[in-house]
């Protein structure tokens, strides 16, 4: 073979074996992205949804639990599906009145709701950090806040302020978090627990729609929706405020 001819054939073998090398390169980073996408799979799909996807879902949970239909729920299979991780499609800032239980309020399996409980339901910074937790890592699209009738700490929070009385113990924290909703409401007409009660609600959906700069960055990218709603005790019905 000619001198030509034989340096044709090297830089033919050079480009081939690049081309393979570069193929083969190729084809490992394919697989390796496809174990990856494997492995972050979530462990419920049903809970990857949009913020209005996830509020439609909720409000059809509550329906069932106020008519009484609520669904068998496989605890056992839940507890093995959720034993590498957690996709919770609602975050729930809830009262701790043990007559609310977000869970049957809304008929939700293990794994569906992140929830985060508090006399008075108000958003302290440990409750922010956690609910940025459920939005920044667990990729959480919706957060409500959840009052309820007859709340017994908004109830001595307008007591102790009427009558200039702090509360015992670690209880005047609570008054300090959830007076400016009672101040808000004292010249309004109609029932003042029902009105500060509602207005807490509000307060607390707005600091955490505003709250920078993980949960208000979500709300302006469409990511997260925070609302707000009112526990019926009687009849188990969330009542959602616009």
Do not use: W
């Amino acid at each position: 073979m000619c001198d030509f001819c034989q340096r044709k054939t090297s830089a033919l073998s050079r480009r081939a074996f690049g081309l393979f090398a570069m193929s083969s390169a190729a084809l490992l980073l394919a697989r390796a992205a496809a174990d990856a996408k494997e492995a972050k799979s979530p462990p419920k799909p049903e809970n990857v949804l949009a913020p209005d996807g996830a509020l439609k879902r909720l409000r059809e949970g509550n329906e069932r639990y106020v008519e009484g239909e609520m669904r068998r729920h496989d605890f056992k299979r839940e507890r093995e599906a959720l034993a590498g991780g957690q996709n919770p499609y609602a975050a729930i800032l809830s009262c701790a009145d043990s007559r609310i239980a977000p869970e049957y309020a809304f008929d939700s399996s293990r794994g569906d709701l992140f929830v985060c409980r508090v006399a008075g339901n108000f958003a302290s910074d440990e409750t922010v950090a956690s609910m940025e937790y459920a939005v920044a890592v667990l990729s959480t699209p919706l957060i409500l806040v959840l009052g309820h009738e007859a709340c017994g700490a908004v109830e001595a929070t307008i007591k102790s302020i009427k009558e200039d009385k702090p509360l015992p113990g670690h209880m005047p924290s609570l008054v300090e978090a959830i007076a400016p909703a009672v101040k808000a409401v004292a010249s309004h007409s109609g029932d003042t627990l029902s009105n500060a009660i509602r207005q807490n609600v509000f307060d607390n959906v707005a600091k955490l729609k505003s709250a920078t700069p993980i949960l208000s960055a979500a709300v302006n990218d469409g990511k997260l929706k925070v609302v707000g709603g009112i526990y019926r005790l009687k009849s188990g019905k969330v009542e959602l405020l616009a």
